[in-house]
């Protein structure tokens, strides 16, 4: 007879999530890991999720670079957000990693 295991659940969130994506043209050997880790770091307690969505070489990109988009999940479990405190956290991420990887923010 096999055992069965209690399941296990996450309490759905009481507060709304506010995603917001962004890319960047950074160097080829740069590694997305990377930039996710300069992302968490910048984004503090309220980025609750970073994925990759979207990596792109190609035409209008220079051949030594590449193109890096990501999403970015911002939530606080205590209270909803507003779209500035989001926007001063995602300009903070957005110098971070162009300080930190010569990065530049990809126009669409």
Do not use: C, H, Q, W
């Not at 307690?45 to 193109?67: C, H, M, Q």
């Amino acid at each position: 007879m096999t055992e069965i295991k209690p399941l296990k659940y996450k309490e759905a969130p009481k507060y709304p999530s506010m995603e917001k994506d962004m890319a960047f043209i950074l160097d080829k050997s740069i590694e997305a890991g990377k930039v996710i880790d300069i992302i968490k770091k910048a984004g503090g307690r309220i980025l609750s999720d970073v994925t990759v969505f979207d990596v792109y070489e190609g035409e209008n990109i220079d051949n030594s670079k590449k193109s890096i988009a990501f999403k970015l999940n911002f939530m606080d479990i205590n209270r909803t957000l507003n779209e500035e405190e989001v926007m001063e956290i995602f300009n903070r991420i957005i110098v971070g990693v162009e300080n930190k990887l010569n990065a530049k923010v990809r126009d669409k």
